[in-house]
């Protein structure tokens, strides 16, 4: 694809995915992490906890339409290493439009060993989850980053937003460290971003 091209796909009006995104939330609202896409910020955040240096593919949960792929390709993560696992069909669409080089997997992030099986060719280097996990169980959020520590390098971040005051995934999980950011108070609904790692 001509760099001309790549960077109009990356440069597609907010508005249209406003429309998409909130479409999609109409038609099913538990499985969309947020009714609008998360704001720059937010994802600028996400994308920090990422080191752009580490060899191993970076996995995206749920990506919609690509505010924090943007975010992480801005930030340095080469295209190639991206792995998004979205369960859209028409958002898959988008983003294999929008990230030709990435690999956009059509499966369900709450069952992670299966949609990753044979994807990835090494350990991940990070998980970006944008699931909307604290409307999930407790049993089915500790079931992902079970599977996702399964998926990552030792040490390597696990990095999940919420809207909720309360951490997605508690804190004192064994073997498990923990921080946060800030609250980011310029995005709607304000988010905080958590990080989880796991020795």
């Known amino acids: 694809m001509p760099l001309q ?23 099913k609202p538990l499985h969309m992490g947020a009714v609008m896409p998360s704001s720059k910020l937010l994802a600028r955040t996400m994308a920090e906890y990422v080191d752009v240096e580490a060899q191993g ?17 801005e930030h340095g993560v080469d295209q190639k290493r991206l792995v998004l696992v979205e369960y859209n069909p028409g958002f898959c669409a988008l983003l294999r439009d929008r990230y030709p080089q990435a690999k956009v997997v059509q499966g369900d992030a709450y069952a992670l060993r299966s949609s990753l099986k044979d994807v990835l060719d090494a350990p991940a280097s990070a998980v970006v989850s944008g699931l909307p996990l604290v409307t999930k169980p407790m049993l089915t959020r500790l079931k992902l980053i079970r599977d996702a520590f399964v998926a990552l390098a030792p040490g390597a971040p696990f990095v999940q937003f919420t809207y909720s005051v309360a951490p997605p995934i508690p804190k004192s999980l064994p073997g498990v460290s923990t921080e946060a950011s800030e609250r980011i108070w310029m995005n709607l609904p304000p988010a ?7 020795g």
């Open 57 to 73: 593919p970076v996995v995206e949960l749920g990506p919609g339409t690509g505010a924090i792929t943007n975010a992480l390709i």
């Open 5 to 27: 091209s790549s960077v109009r796909a990356l440069k597609k009006p907010r508005l249209d995915d406003e429309v998409r995104f909130l479409r999609s939330w109409i038609e």
């Open 192 to 198: 905080r971003v958590w990080v989880y790692r796991k």
